[in-house]
C-alpha cells in the first residue's frame, strides 16, 4: 500500500495534536503564512503544513520524532530574520518555531558564561550580562531582533567581530535534539577542551541541517573600560576600502570598523532625515575599545589623514551611538526602497579594494543598481541589490550580477558567505567553493546525522 504525502501529513497532525498543548500547534491555511519566509525577500512555494511553537526541549524532541517516523521535513526558526532564505518553509513542512524558547538559564559572572534558550533574543542576553560587567561579545547589527539560535545555526558575525570573533568563537557548548529526537549536549562549560570531535563547531553554522538547538552555553566578556570611534568620510567607496588595508597592514586591531557607500548613506538619510550623504560618497566608522583605545584611535586618525576629507573623533558613547545607528539601519533603511537581495562575500583583508571594484563593474555590466556596506576589518562585505518589489522572482540581471560578484570573491581567494550562511539563494553557487571531495564529504556528513534528510532540507548544501 502506498502512503501518500497527504496521508503522511494526516499522520503528523494527529500525532501532534495528541502529543501536544493546544496552544504549540497552529495549522490552517493562512494561519501558518508568516511563517513560511524569512527577511531574504526570498518566497517558497506554498504555505507550512504546520507550526509547532516549542516551549520547552520536550517539545522538540515530540515534534522531531513524529516527523522523522512519517518522512516530513522539518524547518526550523527562530525570528526569522535570517538573510539567505534558510527558514523558508513550503508546502508540507513542519515549522518548529523556537521564539517561546527565550530563557536565560543561568549567567555566571565568575566563569564569565551563560547559558540560554535559542529564543532569547541577541540584545536581551547582552543586557543582562551587562549588569554583571560583561557582555555577549558577537554583534550582529541585527541583534535588537535576532536570536541567540538563528545566530548559531548561521555562524553569525556582527560589527565587533573584527576583534572578538564571529559567533562560533563564543560558543561553548550545545544541547542538540537530532532528527529522529534524540538529545545530546556537545561541548563543554570551560572555555578549553578537546575531547572527541568538535561537533560544538561543526553544529554552528550548520543552518538548521543537522540538528535543532535547544539551549547553548555562550563565553561572556568583560565590557571595555574605554572606547573610541573615530568616522571618516572620503570621497569614494573604494578609496575607504583602501584606507581599512592600510590600518590593516599598520597592525591596528580596532573592534569594528563599517564602511557605508554614498547609496547607502542616502538611503540612511531618507529614512532618518540626516545629511550624511553631502559629507562624501563613503563613511569610515573604525571603534577602538580597550585601555589602549585612545592611543588606537589616535593612531587610526594619523593613518586616515591625508587619505579621507574628513576625520573626526569621539569618546562620548551617546554620539557613538548616534554614529553607530547610521550602520545599524542601513538594511532596514535600503528594504523601505524595495524588496532586498542580499549578498555577503568575503575576500581576504588585503582585497578589499579589489572587491568593491569588482562590486562596481558588475553594477554597470548589469546596469543594477547595488548599494554596498561592509564589516571592513574583516573584507567582509554585502552587496544589496534593491528590487522592484512588484516584480515576482529575482530578474535575470540580478541573479548575473549576482554570480559575477560571486566569482569574483572566489577568484580574490573570498568565500559566498561570511555571516549570513548559504541557504536557499547561494546554493546554485556552493560546489564553486567546496569542490567535489568536499561537497561529496559534507553530503555524507549531513546523512549521519539526518539519514531521512527531514532538517531544513534544499538549505545550506
Not at 27 to 46: I, K, L, Q, V
Not at 58 to 75: G, N, Q
Not at 348 to 364: H, N, Y
Request: aromatic share 4%.
Amino acid at each position: 500500500m502506498t502512503v501518500t504525502r497527504l496521508d503522511r501529513a494526516e499522520a503528523l497532525l494527529s500525532a501532534l495534536g495528541r502529543d501536544l498543548p493546544a496552544d504549540a500547534l497552529t495549522t490552517g491555511p493562512g494561519a501558518t503564512a508568516p511563517y513560511a519566509a524569512d527577511r531574504s525577500g526570498s518566497r517558497p512555494d506554498g504555505e507550512p503544513l504546520a507550526v509547532v511553537h516549542a516551549a520547552h526541549a520536550e517539545h522538540v524532541r515530540t515534534a522531531l520524532r513524529h516527523a522523522h517516523a512519517l518522512r516530513v521535513p522539518v524547518v526550523p526558526r527562530g525570528a526569522g530574520t535570517g538573510l539567505s532564505g534558510g527558514a523558508n518553509a513550503g508546502t508540507g513542512t513542519l515549522v518548529l518555531d523556537l521564539s517561546r524558547m527565550n530563557r536565560i538559564l543561568d549567567l555566571d559572572p565568575h566563569d564569565q558564561v551563560a547559558v540560554v534558550e535559542p529564543g532569547v533574543v541577541t540584545a536581551e542576553l547582552d543586557r543582562a550580562a551587562g549588569g554583571f560587567g560583561l557582555r555577549y561579545a558577537p554583534d550582529p547589527a541585527s541583534a535588537a531582533i535576532s536570536t541567540v539560535g538563528g545566530n548559531i545555526a548561521t555562524n553569525a558575525g556582527g560589527l565587533r567581530c573584527a576583534k572578538y570573533g564571529v559567533t562560533r568563537d563564543a560558543v561553548l557548548g550545545l544541547d542538540v535534539v537530532l532528527a529522529d529526537g534524540t538529545p545530546i549536549r556537545t561541548g563543554r562549560g570551560t572555555v578549553k577542551g578537546v575531547t572527541g570531535y568538535d561537533l560544538t563547531a561543526l553544529l554552528t553554522g550548520s543552518e538548521g541541517t543537522l540538528g535543532v538547538i535547544t539551549a547553548a552555553t555562550v563565553r561572556l566578556r568583560p565590557v571595555p573600560e574605554s572606547t573610541a570611534t573615530v568616522a571618516a568620510y572620503f570621497d569614494s567607496f573604494a578609496e575607504g576600502a583602501e584606507a581599512v588595508s592600510a590600518l590593516t597592514a599598520a597592525r591596528l586591531e580596532p573592534a569594528m570598523a563599517e564602511l557605508l557607500d554614498g547609496p547607502v548613506l542616502g538611503a540612511v538619510d531618507a529614512a532618518r532625515g540626516t545629511d550624511l550623504r553631502s559629507r562624501g560618497g563613503a563613511l569610515l566608522l573604525v571603534q577602538c575599545d580597550g585601555r589602549a583605545a585612545a592611543a588606537e584611535a589616535e593612531l587610526a586618525v594619523r593613518l586616515l589623514r591625508g587619505r579621507a576629507a574628513s576625520v573626526e573623533t569621539t569618546a562620548d558613547p551617546a554620539q557613538a551611538d548616534r554614529l553607530l545607528a547610521a550602520r545599524r539601519l542601513a538594511l532596514p533603511a535600503l528594504e523601505r526602497l524595495g524588496r532586498v537581495l542580499i549578498e555577503d562575500i568575503a575576500v581576504p583583508r588585503s582585497r578589499l579594494a579589489d572587491a568593491v571594484r569588482e562590486i562596481d563593474a558588475a553594477a554597470g555590466r548589469h546596469d543594477v543598481q547595488i548599494f554596498t556596506f561592509a564589516h571592513a576589518a574583516d573584507g567582509n562585505l554585502h552587496p544589496i541589490l534593491v528590487l522592484d518589489p512588484d516584480v515576482p522572482g529575482v530578474p535575470d540581471a540580478a541573479w548575473r550580477a549576482a554570480g559575477d560578484i560571486f566569482t569574483a570573491a572566489l577568484r580574490l581567494g573570498g568565500t559566498l558567505t561570511g555571516e549570513h550562511g548559504v541557504g536557499t539563494l547561494k546554493r546554485r553557487w556552493l560546489a564553486d567553493e567546496l569542490g567535489p571531495e568536499q561537497h561529496a564529504l559534507q553530503q555524507r556528513v549531513k546523512a549521519a546525522f539526518d539519514p531521512h534528510h527531514i532538517l531544513n532540507p534544499g538549505k545550506a548544501l
